[in-house]
């Protein structure tokens, strides 16, 4: 199996920027992608940034020129750098992993989440 570990989390102020990490372990061959979710209180979960495992990336549009995604694969870690939060922001933050299996299909996995809280 595969285990997800989101940290940096926390409460900020409009404007300021937070850094989520993600750590991955366990049966983390065949990686497609990861990305980032999130959930906002009575919202459905959304997509915020995915980056693929030949480094190509895509944002919600909502989040396009503040955040950006990154991956370190000697650390099978996944960050998010989030700058000018926003209110809108806030939710918890689940990162997500899509690995492709032998049979050739996909599994995807998600950690506990994570909040980020912006408010003055």
């Known amino acids: 199996q595969v285990q997800l570990v989101e940290s940096g989390g926390g409460l900020v102020q409009p404007g300021e920027s937070l850094r989520l990490s993600c750590a991955a372990s366990?049966?983390?061959?065949?990686?497609?992608?990861m990305g980032w979710y999130r959930q906002a209180p009575g919202k459905q979960r959304e997509s915020v940034a995915r980056?693929?495992?030949?480094?190509?990336?895509n944002y919600a549009d909502s989040v396009k020129g503040r955040f950006t995604i990154s991956r370190d694969n000697t650390k099978n870690t996944v960050y998010l750098q989030m700058n000018s939060l926003k209110p809108e922001d806030t939710a918890v933050y689940y990162c997500?992993?899509?690995?492709?299996?032998?049979?050739?299909?996909?599994?995807?996995?998600w950690g506990q989440g994570t909040q980020v809280t912006v408010s003055s």
């Open positions: 997500n992993l899509v690995r492709r299996l032998r049979d050739g299909t996909s599994a995807s996995y």
């Open positions: 980056i693929t495992n030949d480094g190509s990336t």
């Open positions: 366990g049966m983390i061959f065949g990686i497609v992608a």
